[in-house]
């Protein structure tokens, strides 16, 4: 399982990023893809997944509204559109994904259940 995060820089506050997250190694069309982030002295966040079989999606509430989470099966790539960027967003993201666990809330808040992750890319919004 390999999961290759991109997409993250410096932005201005209220400014606009869109992240990806290319999976190969498995079959990402079987499995939810989520996004969580950790700022320096914080604990994990999960940010947003996305599910397997409908395209269903959850967030968290401190960014719901403002990020989109999507997938492109045909090019394997999950994306996290974030707009309206707080200095509060600043954190390493990553992608994830787990064989098991479902895109939920619950997975979202428990993210010592996601097995697979990727290697991050670093996200800074500047006030």
């Known amino acids: 399982v390999q999961l290759q995060a991109s997409g993250g820089g410096l932005v201005q506050s209220g400014g606009s990023l869109r992240l990806s997250c290319a999976a190969s190694?498995?079959?990402?069309?079987?499995?939810?893809l989520f996004w969580f982030r950790q700022a320096p002295g914080k604990e994990r966040e999960g940010v947003s997944c996305i599910s397997s079989n409908d395209d269903s999606t959850y967030y968290a509430d401190s960014v719901r509204g403002r990020f989109t989470i999507s997938r492109d099966r045909a090019k394997n790539t999950v994306y996290l559109q974030m707009n309206s960027l707080r200095p509060e967003d600043t954190a390493g993201y990553y992608c994830?994904?787990?064989?098991?666990?479902?895109?939920?809330?619950?997975?979202?808040?428990?993210?010592?259940?996601?097995?697979?992750w990727g290697q991050g890319t670093q996200v800074t919004v500047s006030s």
């Open positions: 190694g498995f079959s990402p069309d079987h499995y939810p």
């Open positions: 994830a994904t787990d064989f098991e666990a479902p895109c939920s809330r619950s997975a979202l808040r428990n993210s010592y259940a996601v097995d697979y």
